[in-house]
């Protein structure tokens, strides 16, 4: 069965500082990848994804993932996070036609 | 163009009370999806839609919840009675296909419940 994990549940990190939020996946196919964004009280946003090809991909807001199909990992990255990345940050896989299946999302908190 | 909306946006009821959300998706986007958000957990899907079809509901109560998509456009979510545990944030997406690659879902804000 298809699962996403995310281990860190909290992160915290001070304004400036680079970022990366772990994404582990399990699918028994080819996946799709993707990272979505949910400000306090909104809706989520796409921040990028992966089908294939190049497996560093940029996103929105100056985020980057790796897919890593060794370690199926699929990781979130922000060279210098700036305050108002703080949000909820959701992993989920997909396959060819099959729904997505979310983590349980890691909290950013960004201190100034 | 406008996003995908849905009412209300804040509900609070009594356990055994009847609730009922609605979701307006974007313009010409044919696959419709409902999401349960607990506390501190990601979206899992209740029900899709695919134009006015249900192809995916198999993680619907279907004892207490029901969902529908008149002619394929808007979508309304109903539970009854809601029970305490019904308490939650219920999210409606919208894309243009069913599947995951059609590489975007586009969520609403959520109508976030609380059953007293």
């Known amino acids: 069965a298809q699962s996403v994990t995310q281990p860190d549940i909290h992160i915290t990190v001070s304004e400036g500082a680079s970022l990366e939020l772990r994404c582990n996946y399990s699918?028994?196919?080819?996946?799709?990848l993707f990272w979505y964004v949910q400000s306090p009280g909104q809706g989520l946003q796409l921040l990028l994804k992966?089908?294939?090809?190049?497996?560093l991909v940029q996103g929105i807001k100056g985020f980057e993932a790796e897919f890593k199909r060794s370690q199926s990992s699929f990781n979130l990255r922000k060279p210098s996070v700036h305050w108002s990345d703080a949000a909820e940050y959701f992993c989920?896989?997909?396959?060819?036609?099959?729904?997505?299946?979310f983590g349980t999302g890691t909290r950013l908190q960004v201190f100034p | 163009e406008a996003g995908v909306v849905q009412s209300p946006r804040y509900k609070i009821i009594e356990k055994k009370q009847p609730v009922a959300f609605w979701c307006n998706p974007i313009?010409?986007?044919?696959?419709l999806y409902w999401y349960l958000q607990n506390l501190g957990q990601g979206p899992e899907l209740l029900i899709r839609?695919?134009?006015?079809?249900?192809?995916?509901d198999s993680q619907l109560p279907k004892d207490r919840f029901s969902a529908e998509r008149l002619k394929g456009v808007d979508s309304t979510l109903k539970i009854q009675p809601a029970e305490l545990g019904d308490s939650a944030v219920y999210l409606c997406?919208?894309?243009?296909?069913?599947?995951?690659?059609?590489?975007?879902?586009?969520f609403g804000e959520g109508s976030r419940l609380t059953v007293l």
């Open positions: 997406a919208s894309s243009l296909g069913g599947g995951a690659n059609t590489g975007e879902l586009f």
């Open positions: 839609y695919e134009n006015e079809e249900a192809v995916d």
């Open positions: 989920a896989v997909g396959g060819n036609t099959d729904k997505l299946i």
């Open positions: 313009s010409g986007h044919n696959t």
């Open positions: 992966y089908f294939s090809g190049d497996t």
């Open positions: 699918y028994g196919a080819t996946p799709y």
